[in-house]
């Protein structure tokens, strides 16, 4: 509702009602009108009800271009914007739009600073099935998440990689918004989704960006054209802000790497900067890694980026950086106290391990918060023993769950029985790969 003190004190630029009339009768907001709806919303002018009326209309009817731009630019104009010119180094980021079992930040962010290459990673929670990378993060005791801008400058000089925290003063317009989306069931609007991230990100100063738009179930975008129209359209606004920014299409119809869910992923991400790891999660981290790095100018091939995961270099930033946040990197990683196996139905090949399935069990078994002020499990979720294609004999493991709290199995059972498909004689077919298609 608008409120009755502003009502009377202060004049308003437009009527709410108005300019959601416009975009629900297929119309085309002026820049006047969206830099007032994102103040005045942000200001508590514009009601909760109006701004949900609003990112409906936007969901069914979209934005064009130069709306989605303007748009991005208010949610910019909201709050700060950090300034990472004084660093001696170049700076160089990726954003992920979302997956199960994505932990590719934790290997990623060391692996590029070796080059030279500052990284500042701000990273969210968690919400629903796709795990957050300060959940995954705080499953190391002693680690913190909330640093100053003079501390994550510090680092970035003196270690070159930063995760943590974005802090509240960066666009939050984005923060009351994306809370809204959520409840309102109009997070999957391309225009509202591709200026969501792009606001933090352009606001965040980065020089580069490399965007990971996922694919299939466990992604927000179900099909391979929406997902490149996101990724046009992230790299657009991007590239017209000046920031350097290229986007890989990737695939998320089954989960990456073997596990899913808080300290397995950390455990995970260890194995790969000791130089192991699944292969999935080695090969997007080093495709990733080449881009970032030749965003910020340095152009490194792939081996000799691969050559910096076995040989320990990778490993010593990580120990750094998760040192420098109070981090104890030798402390073991919480285990959950219980653990259920999921067991083939038959002998045949692996045919299909869904994404979205393993991630709800992740999330039921308490990896992950179904409102914002749940608590995680640093234990919880699940590991996975054959990925798609493997042949598997009747009564083999295919997956375990993992939790503190054994009454959450049973839900939990239902979303990972349901992820798995074995069949007999499978009809030829050619698996999907990793990566699907790059733009710039
Ligand atoms: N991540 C974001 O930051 N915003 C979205 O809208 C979707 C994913």
Redesign the pocket.
Known sequence: MTSDLAATTTPEAFDAVDVIRVKRDHGTLSDAQIDWVIDAYTRGVVAEEQMAALNMAILLNGMDRAEIARWTAAMIASGERMDFSGLSRPTSDKHS??GVGDKITLPLAPLVAVFGVAVPQLS?RGLGHTGGTLDKLESIPGWRAALTNDEMMAQLESVGAVICQAGSGLAPA?RKL?AL?DVTGT?EAIP??AS??MS?KIAEGTGALVLDVKVGSGA?MKDVDSARELARTMVDLGTDAGVRTVALITDMSTPLGLTAGNALEVRESVEVLAGGGPRDVVDLTVALAVEMLAGAGRQVGEDEVRAVLGDGRAMDVWRAMITAQGGDVDAPLPVATETHQVLAPSDGVLTRLDALDVGVAAWRLGAGRARREDVVQAGAGVEIHAKPGDRVAAGQPILTLHTDTPERFARALESAESAITVEVTPAASTPTPLILDRLA
Do not use: E, M, N, P
């Open positions: 739009t979302g969210g984005d994306y989306r997070v509202l989704i969501s991230i933090k927000f």
